[in-house]
């Protein structure tokens, strides 16, 4: 029987593409096999490419903090002062919006 290929391809968020193809039988068979191991080779690319990302993810987050940790020692001598803005309550967030009630 004649042979055939079933192939695929992953793009990621920088625009790269990957493409993957399986050998395949040309009959139902065949096709569902190719199918499936396409399926595997694409889940495990995804698999390392979540990976990748939450790894990234992880770091962006370690260097916010690290950079928030210093900022927050130079708030810490703000905090100690009584020069606070009225209109302000802890946590340096403005009040919630206040309605009017009509009568």
């Known amino acids: ?23 395949a039988r ?34 962006d987050v370690e260097r916010a903090a690290s950079g928030s940790d210093q900022d927050d020692d130079d708030d810490d001598d703000d905090e100690d002062s009584k020069d606070k803005p009225a209109d302000q309550v802890d946590g340096g967030t403005p009040p919630t919006k206040r309605t009017r009630i009509q009568s």
């Open 1 to 23: 029987m004649a042979e055939c290929e079933v192939w695929g391809e992953l793009t990621d968020r920088s625009g790269e593409c990957r493409r993957f193809t399986a050998p």
């Open 26 to 59: 040309c009959n139902i068979r065949g096709i569902l096999r190719g199918v499936r191991h396409l399926q595997e080779q694409l889940g495990g690319a995804l698999n390392q490419m979540v990976l990748q990302e939450k790894q990234k993810q992880q770091l």
